[in-house]
């Protein structure tokens, strides 16, 4: 029987967590794509949250 933490996905990621997945060498283009609202992430102080959710979307086209 599978651990049902195997299943759980992130709410957010990091700038550079998402930029590994998205398979980026460095974050400005991950950056880009938040301020032209391709995927979606929250400012929190100074760091940006991003949407694992956003960021599946945008890959799957």
Same mark, same amino acid.
């Given at each position: 029987? &599978?651990?049902?933490?195997?299943?759980?996905?992130?709410? /957010?990621? &990091?700038?550079?967590? $998402? !930029?590994?997945?998205?398979? =980026? *060498?460095? &974050?400005?283009? !991950?950056?880009?794509?938040?301020?032209?609202?391709?995927?979606? $992430? *929250?400012? !929190?102080?100074?760091? =940006?949250?991003? /949407?694992?959710? &956003?960021?599946?979307?945008?890959?799957?086209?």
């Amino acid at each position: 029987m &599978s651990n049902n933490v195997d299943l759980l996905e992130p709410i /957010s990621v &990091s700038v550079p967590e $998402a !930029t590994r997945l998205l398979g =980026f *060498r460095d &974050s400005k283009s !991950t950056l880009k794509l938040i301020h032209q609202g391709k995927i979606k $992430a *929250r400012k !929190t102080g100074r760091i =940006f949250l991003v /949407s694992y959710a &956003s960021l599946k979307r945008y890959v799957e086209g």
